[in-house]
Structure formats: structure tokens, C-alpha cells
């Protein structure tokens, strides 16, 4: 089985280590787990600073949230990635980057991306404009959920279009207060599904909300599965685990899910 979104120190400062590393593997392959993609939120690193200027330069509330993060060098984590790929790990380890898609800075994100070689790079979107509809609840006072609903997906499809990704993250984690759409997005996830396809790219069928929000559903929507399978998209399944007692946290049930 496969955890594909597991971060080192999420959000967190703390020295790379193989000693760091183990503590995940321990935890995963408790869970059967025999591959693990390990990554890093690009808003960890001073070199994106730049990328983020859109959402936060007229929104005080992302502002603030910035101000502490972004604080260490990419170099930092490369640098140790090179370091471990030299080391004999008991389980398949990739590295990479879980990248934040701002369309406006996408040539900034181009630039730095190519100096540095990645086994994947996750796309995801974690902002509509400068609505992080993921942090805090009371952030939805106010927003139209179907017009949100609908730039989310127009964000994705563009971010999948860029050709700068290796898979999508969390496909549908706009839905992580409960806050649903009033029509059928069939048509939208077809056209997800194609243009995954199209550029061969994997989605992930992910535990993360249920693990950091407390959301009653495991993995995507029923309606976006669906579709997905019935166009042979490849799914990943994927923990968005942040602690080492966290890695393979729902991957067997996720893919019970996916098998059904």
C-alpha cells in the first residue's frame, strides 16, 4: 500500500534527519505500508515568498498568517534530500514538494521549481483568490459556496494545464466545513478526470480531512470517485499525515474504498 502525502514537519520547525524519517516508516509500515511520498508545504520556504504576494498583499488576515512562516531556505531541505536518498530505508521513500497553485505567480513557482530535481510535486489549491477557504470556518461568512465551488475547480483544471505537476492533492478538501455546491458537478469532474488524463497525472483518494478536520467522510466525494474511476484515473491513496504516529493513518480503509 501507498501513503502519498506525508509531511515531515508540516507546518513545524525542526533539524531534517534520517532519524526524522524512520520515525514515519516505523508508524507506516505498522499500517502496511510499503511506499511513502514525503513532502513539505512550499509556504515553509523563503524562496516562494514572492509566489504568495497575490493572496496576501490585501488580505490582513493571510497577511498575518504568512508573517510566521517562509522563515528557511529550500536549500535546507534539498540539501537533506540528497543526504537521504543515499540512505538504505526498510520502504520505498520519494520526496518532494506540496506546492500552493496561485495562478498569478505561476512563472515565479516555474523558476524556482526547475533548479532543484524532485521525485513528484503535488499541486494543490488551498485558495480561491485570497479566500483560504481552508482555515477557519468563519472565513465562509459571506461567500457565495457555488461560485466558490466553481473557481476551485476552474483553479484546478488550470493548475493540472501547466504541466508542472506530478498529482493533484486533495481533490476536493474545499468541502472541509461542510459547505457543499447546489448543482451537480458531474460535468466539472469529467472534466477533471480528462484532463488528468491527458496529462498523466494521479489525484489522490485522501484521509486528510478526516484526520486534521474531523470531517464524517473518508476520501473524496462519492460523485467524484465515480467518475474517476469510471475514466481509469490514477488514484493515490494518502494520509496528509503531519506526525510520525499519523503516516498510513486510513490507507487500508481508503482503499477498501477504492476497490469497492
Not at 536549500?75 to 530505508?89: H, L, S, V
Not at 520519494?94 to 521525485?119: A, R
Not at 451537480?184 to 489525484?203: C, E, H, Q, V
Not at 503531519?242 to 481508503?254: D, F, S, T, V
Request: hydrophobic share 35%; glycine share 8%.
Amino acid at each position: 500500500m501507498i501513503d502519498a502525502h506525508v509531511h515531515i514537519f508540516g507546518d513545524g520547525r525542526g533539524e531534517y534527519s534520517i532519524e526524522r524519517i524512520n520515525s514515519f516508516i516505523v508508524h507506516a509500515q505498522k499500517k502496511g505500508i510499503n511506499e511513502i511520498y514525503m513532502l513539505e508545504h512550499t509556504h515553509q520556504y523563503s524562496e516562494f515568498v514572492q509566489m504568495y504576494k497575490p493572496i496576501s498583499d490585501n488580505n490582513e488576515y493571510l497577511r498575518n498568517w504568512l508573517s510566521g512562516k517562509m522563515k528557511v531556505s529550500l536549500e535546507e531541505y534539498t540539501r537533506f534530500i540528497d543526504k537521504a536518498k543515499a540512505y538504505g530505508f526498510p520502504i520505498k521513500v520519494k520526496f518532494g514538494l506540496e506546492v500552493c497553485y496561485i495562478p498569478e505567480t505561476v512563472h515565479i513557482l516555474s523558476e524556482i521549481l526547475k533548479q532543484y530535481k524532485w521525485d513528484f510535486i503535488t499541486g494543490s489549491v488551498h485558495f480561491i483568490g485570497s479566500f483560504g477557504f481552508d482555515h477557519k470556518l468563519e472565513l465562509w461568512k459571506g461567500i457565495d459556496v457555488d461560485e466558490a465551488y466553481r473557481r476551485y475547480y476552474e483553479i484546478m483544471l488550470e493548475m493540472i494545464d501547466t504541466g508542472l505537476f506530478n498529482g493533484v492533492g486533495h481533490p476536493d478538501s474545499i468541502k472541509c466545513f461542510g459547505h457543499y455546491p447546489s448543482q451537480n458537478l458531474d460535468s466539472t469532474y469529467i472534466a477533471l478526470a480528462k484532463a488528468l488524463n491527458k496529462a498523466g497525472m494521479y489525484t489522490e483518494q485522501s484521509g486528510g480531512l478526516v484526520l486534521n478536520y474531523k470531517f464524517p467522510e473518508l476520501g473524496m466525494n462519492p460523485g467524484m470517485l465515480r467518475i474517476f474511476k469510471d475514466n481509469n484515473v490514477s488514484i493515490l491513496t494518502a494520509s496528509d499525515a503531519h506526525r510520525p504516529e499519523h503516516a498510513g493513518m486510513n490507507i487500508k480503509e481508503l482503499q477498501e474504498i477504492l476497490d469497492a
